[in-house]
Structure formats: C-alpha cells, structure tokens
C-alpha cells in the first residue's frame, strides 16, 4: 500500500487536498434545500471550478510523460487511463488538449481564471491552429485573444463558426482567399464522401444510408421536417369556416425517426414522375405486377420486380405515384398497362383545394398541400375514373387507411370520409 502524499512538499498537492477536504465538508448536505437563487450560484460557480481545476490537470499531464516512462506506460494519458480506472479516450483528449494549450497562451490563461470553459478551450484552440500557414504570428495572437473575448458570450457551437471566419475581423487581406480554400476542400471531400447504400434487413423491409454534403441533406430534412409536422391551426385565416363537430385530430405520438422515415416515403410518392429523369424512353416508372383476380381481393399479392408486395399497397400506390399496374390474366396475359390518366393533373388537384380545403378524414385538418388525392368512388385500379367527382384529398395517414383492408370506409353526403375497424 502506497504512502501518503506528503501535501507539503508541493503546492500543486496541497491544492488537490484543499480540493478534496472541501467537497468532503459538504458531502452530507442535500441541495434540494438550498434557495433558487444559491443553486443557480452554486451551479455556475461550481462549473467554473471544475473547469478550473481540469486546466490545473491537464497542465500537470502535459508535464507527466516521465511518469510514463517510469511505469513503461506508453504515455502519461495510458497511464491516466489504467491507474485511474477511467476512459483511454476521455484521457487521450485531455493529453492533446494539454499539448495544444502549451502553444495557447491566451486560452489556457483563460481556462485558468474561469473566462473560459473546457469546450471553449478544445475549439478555440482548434480553430487557432486551422488557420493557414502563411499567417504571421502577430494575426494569430489577435485572432486568439479575439476568441477568448467572445467566450464570455457565445458557447462552444457559435465559437466553433465563429472561429472559421475570424480572419475576416483580424486580417480581412487573406480572410476571403482562405475562406473560398476551405470551402473548396469542404465540397470536394463532401462529393468524394458521397454514396447511397441499400441493404435488405428482413422480409419486405430495407435499410438506406446516406452519406453526403450538408446543404443536401438540410435540403431533404427541411423536406421531410415539412412533411412530419405541418402547422395545423384550429382555424386558417384564408380556409372556410369548419363543420362545428370538427375535432383536432390527435398528436402524432410516434418516435421522431419513425415519423420522419413516414415522410420520407411520402416524399418520395408525391414526386411527379413527369419531372423525373427519362428512362427507356418515358419518364422513370416501376412496374407493379399483379394478377386481375389478386387486384380485385381484399388480400393478394403484387411484385415490383423480384419483391412481393400487397395488393392493396399496389391500389393505394396506384392513385398517387408514377406506377403503371400491369394487370395480368390467369395465364399472365397482359390485359391493362394503366390508363393515360392515372393521376390527377395539377389543374384538378388546385380545383379540389377550393372544395376540399383539408383532407376530407372526419376530424383531420391536414391542409389540402399536404394531401394525395384518392380515387374514393371506385378504384382506378378497378376501373374507377380519375374525375373530381370521384376525387377526395386524404393525408398520407388516412390515404394508408383507405387501402387497408382492416378498415371499412364510409363516404357521406358532405364528402367526408369515416374509417372503421371490421370486426
């Protein structure tokens, strides 16, 4: 059993016990008891501490690297890691974070007196040593302290933006040469690091990651954060008055990530296959095969290719997205490659948003821009025309609905639709 630390024999040592026996003397006391205001002191004035006394740390770990070598350990951090049972990598972080202060005289002063936090300090420092090489010495001391300054009233994100453009405040005769490089080799890592990857994870189900440049991805997200959560007043300004048994319909209570993969599969049904790239001579199409008699049963099977999908995800698809059924007779004759008009033109779907303001669901208020119009008389697939008398704009929730074969669907005098369990 190891000795004592002898606390005189260094100031550093005599610090950590002061430390240690002050957190000790107030180890049985419960905050719950503490005012509001003390615990707001308390909170902010211990946070400064611990920051204060990881500066202390990391600068005694920047200086133990024959502490390493006395123990054989590959480097102070290892030995950090192994003889304080924590993690290599928390540890290896505060070793090049040390390193770096060495030569960030302004930030580490800085984190030593509390005017900078831990996170700050990581980001000032990088964003001090990405500057270009043929910045002097002098622009990067100003661009450090300029940092430092705007720790006391951005956090570690802003400064991290802040820090990208900060020659454009200490040296604005190279800021905006250095910017278009690092823009250029931003994009160029971007298009190189760019790819879409499928892979099949269960019967009917795949899995698509997506890797590519930010300004696409927030385009798609905008999309489909658009999609997940339209705003939804009780009553628009510029929309009729609605029926007084209108109700709201209930919040949608699904996972954040299940309901954007919702809107991203609706995202991709509203896309207008006319718009698309030509592909064997017509606009891009997937074909969906599917037997007459399957077609017209409440269950059956179609095919996209090679993969299986009900019958009446074809007839809901059908309504909406670029897909011609090919109807096959029981000998796989050919009897009906879709009619010319499937979908509904955008003359007749802004006809219907003057009549049909909302989606026509008893107690839905989705707005009629967010709707697929559905073919409510009978099925296009069954013949059904794609009129505005047989037209009802439905969400992509209650359009699911219709094709769902668990439910009736009933359609009133007034337009609306009413969906009911069977039995």
Known sequence: MSAAPDVSSHPVLAAAAAVASAVSSVGGVDPV???????????????????????????????????????????????????GRRDRGECRRRLRLAQALADHPQVSAGLRSGAVNLAQAEVLTAAVDALPDEVDAGVRAAAEDRLVDEAARFGPRQLRVLGRRVLEVVAPEVAEDHEGRLLADEETRARRGTFLRRRRVGPGISELVFRGPDHVCDRLMAYLEALTNPRRPDRQPDQPDQPADHQQQPPDRRPYDQRMGAAFAAFLEAVDPARLPLHGGDAT?????????????????????????????????????????????????????????????????????VTQPTCRAEGCDIPAAWCEAHHAGDPWAAGGRTDLTDAALLCAHHHHRAHDHRYRTQRHADGRLTFHRRT
């Not at 008891?33 to 211990?46: G, Q």
């Not at 920047?62 to 390493?68: K, L, N, P, Q, T």
């Not at 179609?302 to 000998?331: K, M, N, Y």
Request: net charge neutral.
């Open 33 to 83: 008891f503490m005012t509001v205001e003390d615990k707001a002191a308390a909170l902010l004035e211990l946070s400064r501490g611990i920051d204060r006394l990881e500066e202390l740390r990391v600068r005694v770990l920047a200086a133990s690297g024959d502490v390493a070598d006395r123990d054989g350990a590959r480097d102070a951090a290892a030995w950090l890691a192994h003889r």
């Open 285 to 353: 199409t997937v074909i969906i095969t599917v037997t007459l008699a399957e077609l017209c049963q409440v269950l059956g099977v179609a095919h996209t290719g090679d993969q299986p999908l009900s019958a009446g995800e074809a007839r809901r698809l059908a309504c909406t997205a670029g897909i011609i059924p090919v109807v096959l007779g029981g000998t796989g004759v050919v009897l009906d490659a879709g009619r010319t008009r499937r979908l509904y033109s955008p003359t007749q779907r802004k006809a219907l948003a």
